[in-house]
């Protein structure tokens, strides 16, 4: 797996590179958040690991960044001093998986990272491309093809697209859905989801006569089916 990381202490990425390669992973460090997005919109990797404070873009803007401009599933973990509460629950809501505090401690880091990468194959490899109900997901351009259209799509409405269609017929719960989305499971999400919902009927003709529909759960949450 390739492993990216912002930090800007040279002691710090020379312990956490060596320790990740020594575990079969290849990792590519960089110490300014400028220089790790320009690098980053050019190169794939399949985790990230961000300090807050560094040169540049913070850590926490690279966060935005990367949750509005790259795949939904990319693991993306926080790794800082900061060890307020608040910053926490902001870094969780504006989409990291988890948050380690500083100092690191190697094994725990090492196990946080296999959990996401157990829970990114759960979900059925997000970055690959896959066909459900007639209809095609490129997660890499977030676009999604049918009835011969290709439709781009913002990233957290392509994120909802794929929960829904990657377990066409089940019902997921707001709290699924927000958790997956927004890294928190809360009910304030509830408004923003009725509207991707709504928006994604629209763009991807999730009508009846198409086939393939989004019923609503009343108060539990939502299930993608055929009609």
């Known amino acids: ?5 912002l930090e800007d202490c040279p002691l710090q ?7 990740l390669e020594q575990h079969g992973h290849q990792a590519i460090a960089c110490g300014n958040g400028d220089h790790f ?7 794939n990797c399949n985790a990230m690991l961000l300090d807050w404070e560094v040169p540049g873009r913070s850590g926490i803007d690279v966060l935005k960044w990367a949750r509005a401009k790259l795949p939904s599933g990319l693991p ?17 809501e504006r989409g990291a998986d988890d948050y380690l505090q500083k100092p690191i401690r190697e094994r725990e880091l090492l196990a946080r990272l296999a959990a996401q990468f157990r829970k990114q194959q759960r979900l059925g490899e997000p970055d690959a491309e896959f066909e459900a109900g007639g209809y095609r997901f490129s997660p890499e351009a977030r676009s999604v093809s049918f009835n011969g259209e290709k439709v781009m799509l913002p990233a957290r409405e392509f994120a909802l697209a794929t929960l829904l269609f990657r377990n066409l017929g089940r019902i997921l719960t707001k709290d699924f859905l927000s958790l997956r989305i927004w890294g928190l499971a809360d009910r304030k ?21 198409n086939g393939i529909v989004i019923s609503t759960v009343y108060n539990y949450g939502y299930r993608l089916e055929r009609v």
């Open 1 to 5: 797996m390739i492993v990216a990381i």
């Open 37 to 43: 997005v320009a690098r980053f919109q050019e190169q």
């Open 13 to 19: 990425v020379a312990r956490v590179v060596e320790l």
């Open 76 to 92: 993306i973990l926080m790794v800082t001093q900061r060890d307020d509460e608040e910053d926490i629950v902001q870094a969780l």
């Open 189 to 209: 999400y509830d408004a923003s989801l009725a509207t991707y919902v709504s928006n994604l009927r629209s763009a991807l003709g999730l009508r009846p006569r």
